[in-house]
């Protein structure tokens, strides 16, 4: 089944210790679209200014991401600098110029608003509830966010939250969203909102999901290069509701494998700048990954006798 993703379509200035990109291909949407594209049929709905470069709307349209959505205006297109050190988790973000993301308002296409499936990225709360408005009884809503919208519209972000049934986030926002320091207990806070599942993002340590099933835990992937790690929150998105999305199984078990899922597309983005690996992978490299995680968390009970 479908999934619609309505969020930010960028071009990023990149700069990590292993080198720079100017005006790339970025943005939540872009890094959401690409991952889930290996799952499923992907609809996107977003906005850029006339500057936005040819190469990028036909390299959306290799993956055959639905552009029908995708507003051009004049203008110019979202732009956003970001600059890591040796520690990935900490990233400065450089500037933000909003451009003619300022003035977005989603407008899902008559063709779009049966889609099955439905991934608010981070945008403004008032915007997640609009797109919720225009699409008809999804089979799965999911929504991100960040500490902004926490802080500057906690009544508009509430109501967002209790109208999906899936909340992606990171252990800090998890916290400062339930004004409680124990991620457990935060967590547990965060899914009296109504949700079905919580998804903690913690960067290149993992992810822990949380539902009335339980708790699942998955590290991150010590991978052999990490190039740039931009985009790997949206692209862990992509792939963990792609899944969902693609077989509709949110069973425990279901959800563990879309976590897994979700994980290997993440730690794939960051293997490059940009996009230029998560748009050209091989099938095959998604499940060898997959395997690498199996092999990463598996182990047997064997137990010896401890001293009483
Ligand atoms: P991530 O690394 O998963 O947080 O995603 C980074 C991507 O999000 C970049 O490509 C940026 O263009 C985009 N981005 C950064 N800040 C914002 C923002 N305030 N709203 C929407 N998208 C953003």
């Not at 899902?108 to 225009?134: D, G």
């Not at 563990?256 to 230029?276: D, K, P, Q």
Request: aromatic share 10%; charged share 25%; with cysteine.
């Amino acid at each position: 089944m479908s999934i619609l993703v309505v969020g930010s379509v960028a071009l990023d200035d990149v700069d990590t210790p292993f080198g720079q990109r100017r005006g790339a291909l970025g943005g939540a949407a872009v890094y959401f679209g690409l991952a889930a594209s290996y799952f499923t049929d992907v609809r996107l709905v977003g906005v850029v200014g006339e500057d936005f470069p040819d190469e990028h709307v036909e390299l959306l349209g290799t993956r055959g991401i639905d552009l029908a959505g995708l507003q051009v205006v004049e203008g110019e297109t979202f732009r956003w600098g970001g600059k890591y050190g040796y520690d990935f988790n900490a990233r400065e973000t450089t500037y933000t110029n909003l451009g003619v993301f300022a003035n977005f308002q989603p407008q899902i296409p008559e063709t779009f608003r049966r889609t099955a499936n439905v991934f608010l990225a981070n945008i403004a709360p008032q915007l997640q509830l609009s797109v919720l408005e225009q699409v008809e009884r999804p089979a799965m809503t999911a929504l991100d966010t960040m500490n902004y919208w926490i802080e500057r519209t906690p009544t508009e972000l509430r109501s967002a939250i209790e109208s999906v049934d899936i909340l992606l986030i990171n252990d800090s926002e998890t916290r400062q969203l339930a004004g409680e320091p124990v991620l457990r207990k935060a967590a547990a806070r965060v899914l009296e909102h109504g949700l079905e599942l919580l998804v903690v993002k913690k960067g290149e340590d993992g992810v822990v999901t949380f539902s009335r099933e339980g708790i699942f835990a998955v590290p991150g992937l010590p991978l052999d290069s990490i190039i740039d790690p931009t985009g790997a929150g949206d692209s862990f998105a992509g792939g963990f509701l792609g899944y969902l999305a693609a077989t509709g199984d949110r069973s425990a078990e279901g959800i563990r494998r879309a976590t897994i899922y979700g994980s290997v597309m993440g730690s794939l983005c960051c293997e490059a700048f940009s996009t230029e690996k998560l748009a050209d992978l091989e099938p095959q490299e998604i499940e060898e990954r997959f395997q690498e995680y199996k092999r990463l968390t598996h182990f047997e009970y064997s137990p010896i006798l401890l001293n009483a």
